[in-house]
């Protein structure tokens, strides 16, 4: 615990100062309705909240889901060290983004309504669905650093047992809601089944560490959750500005989340390195940028095409506001980070690749943010500027989630050679958990 | 029953707003505290709010050669394929064959996606409320299922609201501007927009000009929503077999932990 020194500093006790006054302004919304607290409008009815808090922050949570497919689906073994990070922060930034979800939501009390009220044509019941099932299986795939914490080794086992099940169960409920057509429904579910049951009768090898079946689960509801939230844009060609507006836009929301996912492993491991005071994975992190210019290029180029096919690119050379907001989203967030990175320098160096991860970050941000924000044209009403109030309770969402990921790495075993346990006895007791299955 | 309409006609209002009291009366609305905007002339409010469903538009606008108030009248348009209802998470927004669209409010959750689709900016927010609800014109869909017409258009001194199945309407409309090529703008608002509409607008002036929005596509809304909606059941099989099928291949070889091939770069 010696590195908790900074812990009562200044820096400290501003985040909580931050984060109280965000849930004073949350309470004063419940008392007084969100027009107290926030500039949202009859014409712009979606603002900071659902543009930072939402669009963004789930972005910001793919790592989860890329670092755990990457390591536990398409063998990038070595990259090991790195998934307990970017699961804990999936599974955090999920709660802080339920958070904010809370504070925008109308009604937010009749949120479980979504459970018995089925509309499978609405791309909010998908995301709504994905919010539910995706949270739960990060809370399944969060859990071993807690029972490891506690040598919970009978609760380890039946973990490895029915976590796939769960997993499979999820699914199968999921596409009941959203396809709706039972042979898909069969077909989908069948898939995994088959899966599961070949795992089982040792057909396909099972993985010590953690049931493969609820890292595809994980893979399958991000993959329709990042999509589906460019999915909900769809439905206003005549709203949104050309330069966002697109029929591929879950196709690019998918691509930029698997990209900001790479982004903040390096971001977070970086960090987190500098306030544990000790040196990053440099050469995971390594690897990890290698792949983050890859999937910024690809995002990148669908970006151009999509506007080029469009015939939306000349847009970006009329002098508005939108096309501002367009070329420092390009600028800041693709353009310089990808010069960076195409240097093996920039790569090897821990400081010049955490800017170009960083900037990758803040161009993802002002990119949800023209979506939800500036790309959205109303005609009846005054322009959409956030208030004040609506920003602290964004900053004091963060500044929670800050505190608390601070807390629970010197709490859980969550980053290798600290927290409690090593991850090599957690890889152990797994192990153990696993081998004592037959 | 077949699928009613509103017809209203620009020509024949005179703005007199009987139609705001009383949609306001039947609907329990509440009343608006007057506030001076820097809009058009002697409208009242300034705009559809939670507690104001429908709204008369006063403009001034050069019709023939002189200035003349040319009256328009704001409401849900009750689309035939609503883009409302198919954003709403939760269904709370549906669509009736005998033509409005109405709110069940007890579904609603508050996410407000409906007033981000709808392409007339017509749903309102209850933000002053902290337990708040979507409101917006239903047509008086219940005055319909007795077989009434709407409030608004019961009262209307002139007949400047026609109500009927909506092919009837469309005949009638274009009935009107046949008899009175000069006295019509040759257009019907709603006939297309947005898919068609069970409000249908006559004007002798172009429909912005009265506070309607020009530039809402010809075509119900969602149609890239439908098509994106429509690939989840084969992305779902796709991803579900390629990972496994990606795992399985990859770890063919492997039975125990000490085959775990080293790590290579």
């Known amino acids: 615990m010696s590195e908790r020194t900074g812990s009562t500093g200044l820096g400290t006790r501003l985040l909580y100062l931050l984060a109280g006054l965000g849930v004073v302004i949350a309470l004063w919304r419940f008392a007084n309705g969100i027009g107290a607290v926030s500039n949202l409008n009859q014409g712009y009815p979606w603002g900071l909240w659902i543009g930072f808090d939402i669009l963004a922050g789930i972005a910001l949570a793919a790592g989860g889901f890329v670092v755990a497919a990457l390591v536990h689906l398409f063998g990038g073994e070595r990259y090991h060290p790195l998934v307990r990070p970017a699961i804990f922060t999936a599974f955090l930034g999920y709660l802080l983004f339920i958070a904010g979800l809370l504070v925008d939501i109308g009604r937010p009390w009749t949120f479980w309504q979504m459970i018995i009220y089925w509309h499978h044509e609405s791309p909010m019941f998908e995301v709504g669905w994905c919010v539910m099932m995706y949270t739960t299986v990060l809370f399944f795939e969060f859990i071993p650093a807690v029972l490891e914490k506690y040598r919970k080794t009978g609760w380890m086992q039946r973990w490895m047992t029915f976590a796939p099940w769960i997993a499979w169960l999820l699914v199968v409920l999921f596409a009941i809601a959203l396809v709706r057509t039972a042979v898909w429904v069969i077909a989908i579910g069948g898939v995994l089944l088959l899966f599961q049951i070949l795992v089982e009768r040792g057909a396909i090898r099972r993985d010590p560490h953690v049931p493969t079946l609820l890292i595809i689960a994980g893979v399958l509801f991000s993959t329709m959750h990042q999509s589906s939230l460019g999915t909900v844009f769809t439905t206003v060609p005549h709203k949104l500005h050309a330069l966002w507006y697109s029929p591929i836009l879950p196709v690019l929301f998918f691509t930029s989340a698997v990209m900001v996912g790479l982004a903040m492993v390096i971001v977070e491991a970086t960090l987190s390195a500098q306030h544990l005071r000790r040196p990053p994975e440099s050469d995971l992190l390594r690897g990890i940028a290698r792949g983050l210019f890859w999937a910024a290029a690809v995002y990148f180029g669908l970006r151009v095409a999509d506007l080029a096919v469009r015939g939306a690119a000349s847009e970006a050379f009329a002098f508005t506001p939108q096309s501002i907001a367009f070329w420092l989203e390009i600028i800041i967030g693709l353009i310089i980070p990808l010069a960076m990175l195409v240097s093996e320098e920039v790569v090897a160096s821990d400081r010049a690749r955490f800017w170009a991860a960083f900037l990758i970050v803040v161009g993802l941000i002002l990119n949800r943010l023209n979506v939800a924000i500036t790309g959205i044209h109303a005609a009846s009403a005054p322009r959409y500027v956030p208030h004040w109030m609506e920003v602290a309770v964004s900053v004091g969402i963060v500044s929670a989630g800050i505190l608390v990921y601070r807390g629970v790495i010197h709490w859980l075993p969550i980053i290798e050679g600290h927290g409690t346990t090593s991850l090599a006895a957690a890889a152990r007791t797994a192990r153990s958990a696993g081998g004592t299955h037959p | ?265």
Request: charged content about 20%; proline content about 6%.
């Open chain 2, 1 to 265: 029953m077949a699928t009613k309409a509103m017809l209203i006609d620009a020509v024949r209002c005179i703005g007199c707003r009987a139609c705001q009291v009383t949609c306001k009366m039947w609907n329990a609305r509440k009343a608006e505290k007057t506030e001076f905007f820097s809009g058009p002339g002697y409208q009242n409010p300034g705009d559809l709010s939670a507690e104001t469903w429908t709204l008369i538009t006063y403009n001034e606008v050069q019709v023939n050669g002189r200035f003349d108030w040319v009256f328009g009248k704001r409401q849900c348009m009750h689309c035939n394929t609503p883009a409302c209802a198919s954003a709403c998470p939760v269904g709370a927004l549906k669509k009736l064959e005998s033509g409005p669209v109405i709110y069940q409010k007890n579904r609603c959750i508050g996410c407000r996606y409906c007033m981000l689709a709808c392409p007339f900016e017509i749903p309102r927010f209850e933000y002053s409320s902290p337990n708040p609800y979507i409101t917006k014109c239903t047509m008086c869909a219940d005055r319909i299922e007795a077989g009434g017409v709407p409030a608004c258009c019961k009262v209307c001194p002139t007949g400047a609201i026609a109500f009927g199945d909506r092919d009837e309407m469309i005949r009638e409309a274009h009935h009107r501007i046949n008899q009175n090529p000069s006295g019509y703008y040759h257009s019907i608002y709603g006939l297309e927009e947005a898919g068609g509409t069970c409000v249908l607008h006559l004007s002798n002036v172009p429909f912005d000009k009265i506070g309607h929005r020009t530039d809402v596509p010809l075509h119900a809304v969602n149609e890239n929503t439908e098509r994106a909606m429509g690939t989840i059941p084969i992305v779902m099989l796709g991803a579900a077999a390629l990972l496994g099928g990606i795992y399985k291949f990859r770890t063919r070889t492997i039975r125990h932990e000490s085959d775990v091939p080293p790590t290579e770069e």
